[in-house]
């Protein structure tokens, strides 16, 4: 009986969101029938890498202890860290562009050994601990819903959509690249 109540959709909704955008970004591989299987373990990286540099100046268990409270330049420090985020795993893809296409790795191959690699590299950045302590700025993202309804992560996931849609309506297929 609760199944088609707006509440699950939008549960459904919340939770379609990260993976639809990390489908997104696949699927550039997948036209040109190659594949990136290192995509997820790459987003778990940058969300480790985002939430050991975005927590609370407050927060006990802090990983870094030097960084300062950034206070109103909070979403210039946000802009940072997801900018940092994109450069780590550029340099993964980019690893995994090399090997795929100058070592004549098969991606399958390729890019499963980079998964292990992205897991194990997130291990040893985080020590295998939890990560908490979030500035509320971080976390509102998650939580926020346009209207007091549909949750801004499916928000989020659908102008990545139309951004896709438009790269591929746009673009010969050939120019896309894994």
């Known amino acids: 009986p609760t199944f088609f109540t707006f509440g ?29 299987l290192s995509a997820g373990r790459q987003v778990g990286l940058a ?7 975005l927590q609370r100046p407050d927060y006990s268990g802090r990983i870094y202890e ?9 979403w210039a420090w946000c802009l940072a860290v997801l900018l940092i985020c994109v450069l780590v795993c550029s340099i ?3 690893i995994n562009g ?18 292990l690699i992205v897991y194990g590299a997130c291990l040893v950045y985080t020590d295998a601990t ?10 509102t993202v998650a939580r ?7 949750p801004s992560p499916f928000l989020i996931a659908r ?19 894994c």
């Not at 909704?13 to 990136?36: E, M, Q, Y």
Request: hydrophobic letters at 50%; glycine letters at 12%.
């Open 8 to 36: 699950n959709f939008s549960n459904i909704a919340l939770n379609v969101a990260p993976r639809f955008i990390i489908a997104c970004g696949v699927s550039g591989c997948l036209i040109t029938k190659g594949t990136d």
């Open 47 to 53: 969300a480790c890498l985002a939430g050991t540099l």
């Open 66 to 74: 030097g960084l300062p409270d950034f206070g109103n330049m909070w």
């Open 92 to 94: 993964f893809g980019l």
């Open 98 to 115: 090399v090997v795929i296409s100058y070592l004549q790795v098969p991606a399958f191959i390729g890019t499963l050994g980079m998964q």
């Open 130 to 139: 939890h990560i908490g302590g979030y500035h509320a700025a971080y976390t």
């Open 144 to 150: 926020e819903r346009l209207l007091g309804v549909v």
């Open 159 to 177: 102008a990545v959509r139309r951004v896709v849609w438009f790269i591929d309506k746009q673009m010969p297929r050939g120019e896309w690249s």
